[in-house]
């Protein structure tokens, strides 16, 4: 069952923060992995303002996409009573992947470069198991009837 439009709201820009982190780390651990390759030393304060950038520049793309794209999807998903964690991880997963290589493709990437979207799936699955967590109540089994006394 959904929760008040708050947490809602809440949801929405925990989710869009989150994914913007998980996309700084893996933007961060490529970095490194290719620095450490071709010099066998890295500059650390490279790496930590590349990944302040990158959740400055991440969070409010997420969460407009989280608004643009993932309301609708949200919307339909929840019409169907598809209202896991899982169905909301992979829904977003696929709405980010998607729409990175649409992105990449417009800007005039060839197709090799494209399929550094499939990086995005990562994000994006964790924006939709945010958007679970916080907006929805966890389900709880019902309480058992009290023995009535013998």
Known sequence: ???????????????????AFVFAAELVMIYLAGDLVSTGY??????????????????????????????PCWWLLHRIHCTSA???A???????TAVGAIALGIFGLPPEAIGAAVLLAIPGAAAGWVVQAVAYDRSRP???????PS
């Not at 930590?48 to 409010?60: D, E, K, S, Y």
């Not at 992979?90 to 980010?96: D, K, L, M, R, T």
């Open 42 to 71: 890295t500059n650390p304060m490279v790496v930590t303002l590349m990944g302040l950038a990158a959740v400055m520049f991440a969070a409010p793309t997420f969460l407009l996409g989280l608004v643009v794209i993932g309301g």
């Open 86 to 88: 899982i169905a909301a």
């Open 142 to 148: 019902p309480r058992p009837r009290p023995v009535p």
């Open 1 to 19: 069952m959904l929760k008040s439009w708050f947490y809602r709201l809440l949801a929405l820009v925990s989710a869009s923060t989150c994914a």
């Open 90 to 96: 992979a829904a977003c997963a696929f709405g980010s």
